[in-house]
């Protein structure tokens, strides 16, 4: 009854209430249809009113910059070195200057030599011609990689790949195609230029997908914004004499089932110079520690940290400055996370500091074990002895490797992170324990001498590099061949 009243009292202003209320939500889905009007008008007339038309793969980015601007100039931005947080950015950083044990991790392979942290893809191609580790092959001969290592640094990759063959690719020198790798990783990488969809232009993607029984070609648009990182931020190996690029996926991608995979197809990268255990490198198992991370589980993708939308007008698009979430928290974390800059920062790096202890422990105790293995050796145990303990090492290494060589572990899959590094210093201490073992049946009171590797210099000495020859014979081929490689690019017009 008294609803009633207050009604029949109220009952003009209620229904003028009502009235300007629907006038509002009309308004307001006016306005939210004119927006999506005026997207699809404006994104349909960069399709109608392109100035070039690109076929086939077109590795020059220039050219697509042409037909889409706004994706052009933020991928421009990869250029750029100025961004710097707690631990490393996007600038040149020497980290066997900063880290010298890993020197000793890797006697005896190229990473030794030379290993800087990554910057922007704007570099990719310039990167991997200047570092020690491609060697200085002034002729074919003298060529240290094959053309696998250009695998995911241009777009002018799948091109030659698609001219030459896939196979032919791998199994050439890496010089041979240096007049024609030429431009950073770019549009073609990723897009097919018809209609702008993203593309799987990597064969060992889509390889490794059918071996597992699964069609690539049926994955989601979201699936597929991490697939296109994925195409090179995995874990692979060269297999064969062949140097075919696979992804070591047919078990599974946790460090364990890759494990496996490499034991019982019995493989190694490399001897250790020091240790002699047959050892495992990993790449940079970026895809593979995210899909284990709070992230990807609830179903986010790589774009949607490293690429954030941004709007120009009508347009909303993806900002190809690929780079860390942290330059642009308002557009990447604070999307879902409701709160402050400070704090999820702070939040970041008490990951990273975390797994930095850990890390650290583990490269000291797990270049003890190298250091005592080659004692060991020095001292005359069998390798019947030392098999258990070569087994210990691998496996620590690998471990270590996994973790620290995956770009942002620490932030994409922290426990899952801590639970390797934990493995890897447990199997560490397992193999000093071993090594003792053996020292002591074979009556040997002498304690394991540790040399000062306390600088990259000192470590590359300890190891037996000859730096300033490798020096000098990059300066040489940078100077001569490079050079030569450019001209007859911009001959070929394979670069703008």
């Not at 599974?252 to 190694?268: A, L, P, R, T, V």
């Not at 020091?274 to 050892?279: D, E």
């Amino acid at each position: 009854m008294k609803i009633k009243l207050f009604f029949e009292k109220h009952r003009a202003a209620l229904l003028w209430t009502l009235f300007a209320g629907t006038i509002v939500v009309v308004f307001l889905l006016g306005l939210l249809a004119a927006s999506v009007t005026e997207r699809r008008a404006e994104i349909a007339t960069l399709f109608n009113n392109k100035r070039v038309e690109i076929k086939g793969i077109e590795s020059r980015s220039e050219i697509w910059g042409e037909n889409y601007p706004r994706e052009f100039e933020t991928w421009k931005q990869t250029a750029g070195m100025e961004f710097k947080s707690r631990h490393n950015g996007n600038g040149i950083t020497d980290i066997l200057e900063e880290r010298p044990d890993m020197v000793v991790l890797w006697a005896g392979y190229a990473f030794a030599k030379d290993y800087s942290a990554p910057r922007g893809h704007f570099y990719a191609v310039d990167d991997v011609v200047k570092t020690l580790r491609t060697g200085a092959p002034v002729t074919e001969e003298l060529n240290l990689q094959p053309a696998t290592c250009w695998a995911c640094k241009s777009p002018d990759v799948p091109r030659m790949m698609a001219e030459v063959g896939i196979e032919k690719f791998y199994s050439s020198k890496w010089s041979v195609f240096g007049s024609e790798i030429v431009n950073p990783i770019g549009c073609a990488d990723c897009h097919n230029p018809e209609n702008m969809n993203i593309a799987i232009s990597r064969p060992a993607l889509a390889e490794a997908y059918d071996r597992q029984g699964r069609d690539i070609g049926k994955t989601t648009i979201q699936e597929r914004r991490s697939l296109a990182c994925a195409q090179c931020h995995v874990e692979y190996y060269f297999k064969g004499d062949g140097k075919y690029l696979t992804f070591p996926w047919d078990k599974g991608m946790s460090m364990e089932q890759i494990e496996n995979y490499y034991d019982e197809i019995e493989f190694k990268d490399w001897v250790h110079t020091l240790s002699k255990a047959p050892m495992l490198k990993a790449q940079h198992p970026d895809y593979e520690i995210f899909m284990m991370g709070p992230h990807a589980q609830r179903g986010l993708s790589c774009a949607d940290c490293h690429m954030p939308y941004k709007s120009d007008g009508a347009i909303k698009y993806s900002d190809h400055h690929v780079t860390s979430p942290l330059l642009n928290i308002d557009r990447t974390c604070q999307t879902c996370h409701r709160d402050s800059k400070e704090n999820l920062i702070k939040y970041v790096y008490e990951y990273q500091d975390k797994i930095l202890e850990t890390r650290n422990r583990v490269e000291k105790e797990l270049v003890k074990a190298h250091i005592a293995a080659k004692f060991a050796w020095d001292k005359g145990a069998s390798e019947k002895q030392m098999e258990p303990v070569l087994k210990l090492i691998r496996a620590a290494q690998w471990r270590w490797d996994f973790a620290v060589a995956s770009h942002g572990a620490s932030f994409h899959a922290p426990v899952e992170t801590q639970r390797i590094l934990a493995h890897s210093l447990d199997k560490s201490y397992q193999a000093q324990l071993e090594i003792n073992k053996i020292l002591t049946g074979m009556g040997v009171k002498e304690e394991i001498p540790l040399p000062d590797i306390s600088t990259k210099d000192k470590a590359q000495k300890f190891i037996g590099l000859d730096m300033q020859k490798l020096r000098s014979d990059k300066d040489n081929f940078m100077t001569t061949t490079v050079p030569q490689w450019l001209v007859k690019a911009k001959e070929n017009k394979r670069v703008l």
